[in-house]
């Protein structure tokens, strides 16, 4: 078939050519003997004609169909297969020119910011008007309902008519020694029981001699709890061997699960406090569940967490007068944003999560994780794909310059007043320099406070966390970028107060996959960022099973106004 398209070929063109087709006529006649061509003396012209004469049939037998425009006769004989395939044509260029400019615009678009040395430039996003306040906050309707009622008749039996005395050790940190006391008060109205009150037991990592007296105002909590729950301050003198109490196997309740029933108290701890009339109850953390209790019950709780317990006065004065500078560091009223930074080594290195940084580093990191949870990291073979998951599925801090990036794809300028609250950051000021080169007006209680202002609340760690909670707990905006309990009372709090303060809730499963996409351009990121955070802002959350009542207090703590 070639040859026969090719013969053909020669054949139409040299008809042109009065000569040349006398010539051919003359060697297809019967009466001319054949002959070979005479390929010597027309060898030049002979190999040059072939080539462009085998193009030329291809082009008209495969392309002629398509596109007969390009042949006047074909085009005549036939308008309707002209005009498709004009069509047809138009329709091929336009879609080349948008892959075109597809591939280029993914070639050139920008990789979210910039990255130089320690420096992060990110393009500029425009400051949209919901930046300070909460957008959908006049659509709730919500108010707190779990303060005391003033002229109630109290129900409380005397000290020495309850059914026995509970003492309880809370551990940890200061918000995790908050639930705790919280729960203590639950449980003892659970159990009608008189509270001994908790003592605030050192923990490993923060390693304070705090006592409750040294942080809360004990006789406000005393005081707003009497129609509740009897409180003494001390053991009753009556118990004489107060070492038992806190060494004894006798006098203590261990075997306690997680989040227990209030019908496990009353069917397995209640039992042994009226035998003994003095039970400790240890461990006690997260020891009361929240959906398998009653409501009221909840509603003290709050009642404990958000009017009980007042920090002392000279932590309420210092915690204002951080804010108050805050609010006035442009020479006038500002609004600012308190940040809450979990990137400390003890954080990250219980995340078993994976980061950027030097092969040194990480060698640093893997020992201390070996050391401080053993039985976690095994052999560490397994360590990095666990940490794939977990960035992947968002359960991984934020760092600094995530942070950043996050921020201003949110629309906050360089102008904007952080206050950081924070433990030591590990990889110190160049981990934070991101950050930082990007919000200039970052600031810490250290820097806002004078060293003699300080020293006072120095001598008990809770106490500088205490600061940090009340800055958080009255700025404009508030931003968590990891769980735990500080961020959730937070969160909880000012829900709590109405659902007017904005308190943004990083969805890093989305920061996840948004850095780690190769192609993801700035627009289609912040883009992304400001339509997922509409909804994470603090609003009101229905409850669900297992809820945590600290982060949600919805249900059982708020009424409709």
């Known amino acids: 078939m070639a040859e026969l398209r090719h013969s053909s070929s020669i054949g139409n063109r040299v008809t042109a050519s009065p000569r040349k087709r006398d010539d051919v006529t003359a ?27 085998r193009f030329r049939s291809f082009f008209s037998s495969h392309l002629q169909p398509l596109f007969p425009f390009f042949f006047p006769d074909e085009s005549r004989s036939h308008p309707h297969k002209f005009k498709i395939s004009l069509f047809l044509l138009v329709v091929l260029i336009l879609s080349l020119v948008v892959l075109i400019s597809s591939v280029v615009h993914r070639l050139n678009a920008p990789y979210l910011c910039k ?49 026995g005395y509970i003492f309880i050790h809370a551990e940890g940190g200061l918000n995790q020694q908050r639930i705790a006391i919280c729960n203590a008060v639950a449980v003892a109205k659970i159990m009608n029981a008189t509270l001994i009150l908790p003592v605030l037991k050192q923990d490993q990592i923060w390693k304070d001699q705090t006592k409750l007296e040294d942080i809360f105002d004990v006789d406000h909590f005393i005081n707003y709890l009497k129609d509740d729950v009897r409180i003494v301050r001390d053991i009753p003198e009556w118990f004489t061997d107060k070492a038992e109490l806190f060494s004894s196997i006798r006098r203590t309740v261990k075997n306690i699960p997680k989040y227990a029933s209030a019908e496990f108290y009353i069917d397995n701890v209640l039992p042994r406090v009226k035998e003994k009339k003095i039970m400790s109850l240890k461990p006690f953390v997260d020891r009361l569940g929240y959906d398998n209790v009653p409501p009221e019950i909840n509603k003290l709780r709050c009642r404990v967490n958000y009017h009980a317990l007042k920090f002392l006065p000279e932590i309420e004065q210092m915690a204002d007068q951080l804010v108050s500078r805050m609010r006035n560091r442009t020479g006038s009223s500002n609004p600012f944003m308190a940040l809450h930074l979990r990137f400390e080594k003890g954080m990250v290195g219980l995340s078993f999560c994976d980061f950027v940084g030097s092969r040194s580093e990480k060698d640093l990191m893997a020992a201390y994780r070996k050391k401080e949870w053993p039985r976690r ?38 102008e904007t007043q952080i206050y950081v609250a924070s433990g030591q950051v590990y990889g110190g000021q160049n981990r934070m320099a991101p950050l930082r080169n990007m919000f200039p007006n970052l600031v810490t209680k250290e820097e806002l406070a004078t060293k003699p202002e300080l020293d006072g609340f120095r001598k008990h760690v809770t106490s500088l966390a205490a600061l940090d909670f009340l800055v958080c707990l009255k700025s404009d905006v508030f931003v968590m970028t990891h769980g735990g309990n500080f961020a959730k009372l937070i969160i909880g709090h000012r829900r709590y107060m109405g659902h007017r ?19 993801m351009g700035w627009a289609s990121f912040v883009e992304d960022v400001v339509i997922t955070h509409q909804t994470r802002t603090g609003l009101p959350e229905e409850t669900f099973p297992n809820y945590d009542l600290w982060e949600n207090p919805l249900t059982n703590c708020m009424c409709k106004a």
């Open 27 to 53: 060697s297809s006649s019967p009466l001319v003997p054949d002959s070979a061509p005479n390929v010597d003396d027309d060898d030049d012209d002979y190999r040059g004609r072939y080539p462009r004469d």
């Open 115 to 163: 990255k130089d040395g320690i420096t992060l430039q990110c393009p500029p996003v425009k400051e949209p008007s919901s930046l300070w306040e909460n957008p959908y906050s006049s659509t709730t309707s919500w108010k707190p309902c779990a303060e005391r009622r003033e002229g109630l008749k109290s129900d409380i039996p005397p000290e020495n008519a309850t059914n």
């Open 377 to 414: 990291f095994k052999d560490g073979s397994h360590l990095w794909g666990l940490a794939l998951q977990k960035r992947k599925e968002g359960r991984c801090p934020l760092e600094p310059g995530e942070v950043a990036v996050l921020l201003r794809a949110m629309g906050y300028p360089k």
């Open 501 to 519: 303060l904005k308190s943004i809730k990083p969805d890093k499963g989305l920061m996840s996959k948004s850095l780690g996409d190769p192609y």
